[in-house]
């Protein structure tokens, strides 16, 4: 297949198409982009005879529809119109009409009942260049000004799961309420996209494979390194959090990098690769074997890239979170790092919802879940 040309985008960053194209008309097009997490969307004109296609108008990416998260898209082609399912940083998905002029309408008016929208954080670039040059997309979120936090911030470093994920501004999914929740409470969080997330190309995406632990890590550090340039913020005073995946690296950070933690949080995040591997659904192993290894024939490698082979160095207070139904971190992988961490003589908190898996889904467990957070994480870095 021939590449089709494509002008006249205003969006920067890096960016990656979404949805593919949907036409509208018989030479009309609408085209979504992903760019560093934020949702841009265009008319377009494709010229099939030049193999070209030109983005006419933005259609989402500015204006009432900027900064934010598209979920879906429905044109019209009768009438013209769009209709868009659009949630941001401070907002819940809100559904919008866009007009054949071109002019917005916002047919909801979802929002978090009780809080001033002018109290949450929208976030701001943060992209930087790691060790060897990549560059890697991130958003810094700060305390909104009417607050009153004055001084540098703690920090709070946020770790998505996946590998294969990736953090954006969008208020529907897990991570947006807990890091709004924590910069109420006089926190900035910081959440980087490194190597292995999805949003910025396949190649991208493949860093990770059979290398977690390895230059994934190295981003991290090297962003701690960054922020200290930054006077708004404090990085003597920086806990380390994530889940699934992000609980591994958070354990991988807190066991290799002592001296950067102040405190750290681990959501049911892998602590013992052999035995996590060997545990997991049968379902899963063909992507172990693919992003990690095999747990006899690399067994040494495994080992190598454990938490578990580096937290007998942990030097920060450490929460870990689990589900007691998880079938793919399972509860006995916690109760072992817990057990074996305490023993060791480790300051270690652990809190348990019998009634989840893998996830924290129930209103009354995420309501528990930040509070408990934002408690542990206040206790040691004192916003």
């Not at 860093?207 to 006077?231: E, F, I, K, M, Y």
């Not at 959090?241 to 933690?261: C, D, F, K, N």
């Not at 006995?332 to 996830?359: C, M, W």
Request: with cysteine.
């Amino acid at each position: 297949m021939q590449p089709v040309a494509v002008t006249g985008a205003v969006h920067t960053g890096v960016a990656e198409l979404e949805y593919g194209a949907q036409r509208c008309s018989e030479d009309g097009f609408v085209v979504s982009y992903n760019a560093d997490g934020v949702s841009w969307g265009y008319q377009a004109i494709l010229d099939s005879q030049r193999r070209a296609m030109h983005l006419t108008r933005v259609l989402w990416g500015q204006g009432a529809l900027a900064g934010g998260v598209v979920q879906d898209y429905r044109p019209d082609p009768a009438s013209g119109r769009l209709a868009v399912s659009f949630s941001s940083a401070t907002t819940p998905s809100q559904l919008a009409i866009i007009g054949s002029d071109g002019t917005t309408s916002t047919v909801t008016r979802n929002r978090i009942l009780g809080i001033d929208r002018q109290l949450f954080a929208p976030g701001e670039d943060a992209s930087y260049d790691s060790h060897d040059g990549l560059r890697i997309s991130a958003r810094l979120y700060l305390p909104a000004e009417p607050l009153g936090f004055t001084g540098p911030r703690p920090v709070v470093y946020y770790i998505h799961g996946g590998p294969q994920g990736q953090e954006r501004p969008d208020f529907t999914w897990f991570s947006m309420p807990l890091i709004q929740y924590l910069t109420l409470h006089g926190f900035a969080v910081f959440v980087p996209n490194v190597r292995g997330s999805t949003g910025y190309g396949e190649a991208f995406m493949k860093h990770v494979n059979r290398d977690w632990g390895g230059q994934d890590r190295l981003d991290h550090v090297t962003a701690v390194q960054r922020l200290r340039d930054d006077p708004r913020l404090d990085t003597d005073r920086i806990g380390v959090m994530g889940r699934s995946y992000g609980g591994y690296m958070t354990l991988t950070l807190a066991g290799r990098h002592p001296q950067l933690w102040s405190v750290a949080v681990d959501l049911f995040g892998p602590y013992d690769l052999p035995a996590w591997v060997k545990r997991l659904p049968q379902s899963w192993q063909g992507y172990a074997a693919l992003g990690l290894g095999d747990p006899d024939t690399d067994h040494g490698e495994l080992i190598a890239r454990s938490p578990r082979t580096y937290l007998g160095a942990l030097a920060c207070p450490l929460l870990v979170i689990q589900g007691a139904n998880d079938p793919r971190v399972t509860k006995a992988e916690s109760d072992e790092l817990v057990n074996e961490l305490r023993t060791a003589g480790k300051n270690i908190d652990y809190l348990i919802f019998d009634d989840e898996g893998h996830d924290i889904t129930q209103h009354a467990n995420k309501t528990r879940c930040y509070q408990t957070i934002t408690i542990f994480l206040q206790k040691h870095l004192n916003p």
